[in-house]
């Protein structure tokens, strides 16, 4: 069954999330924290609301936790306004129940759990209304709410509600009760608001805060967890791409001639084509553990190795080491210049590999794939393009994300490459991009800082 209790409507949805009707009834023995009694009437000095006010600005920002921050700031308002029950309410995100957040002298085993329909009740209604409600005797005034576990009869019997709003948005309700019947004044409602006012921006800033900082751990627990699934899966197929190439050199094994002529060169030429076939997909695969388990990590584990890099030797000696893969399209480099750049070698390398690997996935077989590089305002401009069916511009970023696929006619790509591709080149400072081709095709463009020039 349902349980209510608190000092106002507090209601705690049970299994099933109903919540009873509230009723009057004693409560349990231990179950209350006596409520400190209203001190007597004093004189108000300006002063001393003032140095309260103060001090909740200085605990927003030295409170060492945030339930220390409000359990201090309802202790104080209670006294601020000789009050002997103080209790503050958050609205929940969805605006429809308010939750006790803080309070004193009422049972604090209900923080958080006590709950206040919008609308019900004088917290309720404070919070739906956005207007202060005083009430002189709670016995008499039907918009109270009696709970069930708590006869407040026994304990309150004055009390005063003013809204929390930050930026035209109802945060909560900040309540006072008081033990003796007490009037409470237009100077009585505007100290409380001043209080509620001011508590109004530093709750939710510091709710916002809390929130943000939770959905940051859970995001990095969730990457940690596609980090570790991945790296396990990616290491799972190293073992078994390792024995496959070891089998395939096996069965590629060829006595060998001894200066004889072979009986069936056609037949050994074949077998030799198909070994090297082979080879080349295991290879592709490697390549794609390596690409996917790069794509998972937030940043390589190693800082990026600087050095002075003269493009033409290594791009020439990247086309001559990617041939097999390149078998299909005839390559060139296009208008180039003697041109150096600031990059690690083997990062540069890995970029290249990625773009002309995704060149070859969706290019047609005997279309034309080019290199290039520019020097424009000290920075090289390193592109490759390829004639196929290009990148619509509503994709040129998108393409960037891991996983994502644009799949075509050519080709399905695995959504992991372009992703690398750009990481690593950040982690070398510099930018990548997707452009049309002067063919028609896509151009990507890879921006590094320049060395020299001649």
Not at 22 to 39: D, E, F, T
Not at 80 to 101: C, F, K
Not at 170 to 177: H, I, S
Not at 310 to 334: I, K, M, Q, W
Request: net charge negative.
């Amino acid at each position: 069954m349902a349980s209510t209790t608190g000092d106002d409507a507090h209601t705690i949805p049970g299994p099933g999330g109903s919540t009873s009707a509230p009723a009057p009834s004693a409560a349990p023995a231990g179950a209350l924290h006596g409520p400190v009694p209203a001190p007597p009437a004093a004189p108000r000095d300006p002063m001393a609301e003032l140095r309260f006010l103060h001090q909740i600005l200085r605990l927003a920002t030295t409170a060492r936790t945030w339930d220390e921050l409000l359990e201090t700031v309802v202790d104080g308002t209670r006294d601020a306004l000789h009050a002997s029950v103080s209790s503050l309410y958050l609205l929940d995100r969805d605006g429809e129940m308010l939750t006790l957040s803080a309070t004193n002298g009422l049972d604090r085993h209900h923080i958080g759990r006590a709950r206040v329909p919008l609308g019900e009740g004088i917290t309720g209604r404070v919070a739906a209304a956005r207007q202060p409600i005083t009430v002189p005797d709670i016995r008499t005034d039907e918009r109270f709410l009696w709970v069930r576990g708590l006869d407040q009869r026994r304990f309150v019997t004055s009390m005063l509600s003013v809204p929390l709003t930050w930026r035209d948005q109802v945060v909560g309700v900040l309540n006072v009760q008081t033990e003796s019947r007490r009037e409470f004044d237009a100077e009585d409602v505007a100290q409380l608001s001043a209080i509620a006012d001011l508590l109004a921006g530093i709750v939710e800033k510091g709710r916002l805060q809390r929130e943000a900082e939770a959905q940051v751990a859970q995001l990095q627990a969730l990457d940690h967890a596609r980090s570790e699934l991945i790296a396990l899966v990616t290491h799972e197929l190293r073992t078994p791409l390792a024995v496959v190439r070891a089998y395939t050199d096996l069965l590629a094994e060829e006595p060998s001639l001894d200066g004889r002529t072979s009986r069936d060169p056609r037949r050994r030429a074949t077998r030799a084509g198909w070994h090297a076939g082979t080879l080349e997909q295991i290879e592709r695969l490697n390549r794609l553990v390596d690409a996917i388990l790069e794509s998972v990590r937030v940043v390589p584990d190693q800082p990026a190795d600087l050095q002075t890099i003269d493009l033409h030797t290594l791009v020439s000696e990247l086309l001559a080491d990617a041939a097999p893969l390149l078998h299909r399209h005839p390559t060139a480099l296009g208008t180039t210049r003697p041109l150096s750049v600031i990059a690690d070698p083997a990062r540069l390398r890995q970029v290249l590999e990625h773009l002309l690997e995704n060149a070859v996935k969706y290019a047609p077989p005997e279309t034309r794939i080019e290199l290039d590089w520019t020097l424009v305002e000290g920075v090289a401009r390193i592109g490759v393009s390829d004639g196929g069916p290009g990148i619509p511009p509503e994709w040129r970023e998108k393409i960037f994300e891991p996983y994502a696929r644009r799949e075509t006619s050519t080709a399905r790509g695995s959504g992991i490459g372009l992703y690398a591709a750009r990481r690593l080149a950040e982690s070398m400072g510099g930018r990548l991009w997707c452009e049309p081709a002067a063919t028609g095709g896509a151009r990507f463009v890879l921006a590094l800082p320049a060395a020299a020039a001649a």
